[in-house]
T-cell receptor, first 114, second 111 residues
């Protein structure tokens, strides 16, 4: 069974801090994704990576960056946290191949920026 | 511009009856569609998918129907069970790794 693990379930940070959200998957998946989930807006893609050191912007990349130094680990970085980045953050992974590969999600990190 | 829309934010159904969750999309290039289920405090889990070359896919109590001309898909759950109470997201892809997700429908199955 695929396991996607997000390092924190709940996180509270202050405005202006640099915040790191970590995600690890154990199924040797090539693709990894970061989403945020907000009420009434569904899941919105922030960044994704299709290989080590490769990344592409999603629909809402502003204020975020990512790092993928190893295949199993994908980090989301909030360069200078702001209150509008308070949200539920979800990491996902999927196998290489056609788009029909389903994405497997972690349990999420609920981030509050004060 | 919301390319994938779930117009019903919530739905209540009696246990044992059919639940029908709807999803509309605007991009005719989408060729693969999925449904995910999400319980509180957990990540979404993959439920069922359908390719654009099909109009129906069935997996146990879950059936997804695709109407390409109407750009509409629906998820049928028969019979509905209390454990099906969750938020359901539809998602669509157009030949890339990226999925566009709808806003979700909260299903409550009443015992």
């Amino acid at each position: 069974d695929v396991k996607v693990t997000q390092s924190s379930r709940y996180l509270v940070k202050r405005t202006g801090e640099k915040v790191f959200l970590e995600c690890v998957q154990d199924m040797d998946h090539e693709n990894m994704f970061w989403y945020r989930q907000d009420p009434g807006l569904g899941l919105r893609l922030i960044y994704f990576s299709y290989d080590v050191k490769m990344k592409e912007k999603g629909d809402i990349p502003e204020g975020y960056s990512v790092s993928r130094e190893k295949k199993e680990r994908f980090s989301l970085i909030l360069e200078s946290a702001s209150t509008n980045q308070t949200s539920m953050y979800l990491c996902a992974s999927s196998r290489e191949g056609h788009s029909w590969q389903p994405q497997h999600f972690g349990d999420g990190t609920r981030l509050s920026i004060l | 511009d919301q390319q994938v829309k779930q117009n019903s934010p919530s739905l209540s159904v009696q246990e044992g009856r059919i639940s029908i969750l709807n999803c509309d999309y605007t991009n005719s290039m989408f060729d693969y569609f999925l449904w995910y289920k999400k319980y509180p405090a957990e990540g979404p889990t993959f439920l069922i998918s359908i390719s654009s070359i099909k109009d129906k896919n069935e997996d146990g109590r879950f059936t997804v129907f695709l109407n390409k001309s109407a750009k509409h898909l629906s998820l049928h759950i028969v019979p509905s069970q209390p454990g099906d109470s969750a938020v359901y997201f539809c998602a669509a892809s157009g030949g890339t790794y990226k999925y566009i997700f709808g806003t979700g429908t909260r299903l409550k199955v009443l015992a």
